[in-house]
T-cell receptor
Framework: GAVVSQHPSRVICKSGTSVKIECRSL??????MFWYRQFPKQSLMLMAT?????????EQGVEKDKFLINHASLTLSTLTVTSAHPEDSSFYIC?????????????FGEGSRLTVL | GQNIDQPTEMTATEGAIVQINCTYQ??????LFWYQQHAGEAPTFLSY????GLEEKGRFSSFLSRSKGYSYLLLKELQMKDSASYLC??????????FGTGTRLTVIP
């Protein structure tokens, strides 16, 4: 099936630093990728929709200056958490659609667990 | 706004059948998905319904009633490995998926 790879899987950083998470579609081109955040024992919350070659669309309540999204190619989107704080500690998951399959079916990356000290 | 409700937790016995319900009220509907998520892992796709009725795939079946804003996931012949969270998600736009809070299923011997 379609494969989405996410890196790093785990990252620990100090408060105030920035962290970049990469999301790659390995065997298909993804014009649209999605970034979700999941706190413990909660469901996935959509943060933003990343469109190749254009600005990301952020969900209400998500700070676009804090969560920088870049979708420079059809196979790569990055999420940068700037000036991270302990409350940003969460599980971040990217996903993408493969238009050749079930319409709207999302393929998820492995997720990145961010811990901010 | 979007509202998707599922029971928080369920417990069932190995070999039995369990039904996980999902009700939704969303602005827009382009389909309903069920995902399985093991702790600390990304969700994996289980099923997709866009028309009313039952979709069967092996031990898993999913039902949709659009007029009632209701879906269920049916798991048969439960196995211990089926212990996981089951997420109901509604596609509201071209690709947007909104997730319910998930149902944590525990399968006991």
């Amino acid at each position: 099936g379609a494969v989405v790879s996410q890196h790093p899987s785990r990252v620990i950083c100090k408060s105030g630093t920035s962290v970049k998470i990469e999301c790659r579609s390995l065997d298909f081109q993804a014009t649209t990728m999605f970034w979700y955040r999941q706190f413990p024992k909660q469901s996935l919350m959509l943060m933003a929709t990343s469109n190749e070659g254009s600005k990301a669309t952020y969900e209400q309540g998500v700070e676009k200056d804090k969560f920088l999204i870049n979708h420079a190619s059809l196979t790569l989107s990055t999420l940068t958490v700037t000036s991270a704080h302990p409350e940003d500690s969460s599980f971040y998951i990217c996903s993408a659609t493969d238009s050749g399959r079930v319409p709207g079916e999302l393929f998820f990356g492995e997720g990145s667990r961010l811990t901010v000290l | 706004g979007q509202n998707i409700d599922q029971p928080t937790e369920m417990t069932a016995t190995e070999g039995a059948i369990v039904q996980i319900n999902c009700t939704y009220q969303t602005s827009g509907f382009n389909g309903l998905f069920w995902y399985q998520q093991h702790a600390g892992e990304a969700p994996t796709f289980l099923s997709y319904n866009v028309l009313d009725g039952l979709e069967e795939k092996g031990r898993f079946s999913s039902f949709l009633s659009r007029s009632k804003g209701y879906s269920y996931l049916l798991l048969k012949e439960l196995q211990m490995k089926d212990s996981a969270s089951y997420l109901c998600a509604v596609q509201t736009g071209a690709n947007n998926l909104f997730f319910g809070t998930g149902t944590r299923l525990t399968v006991i011997p």
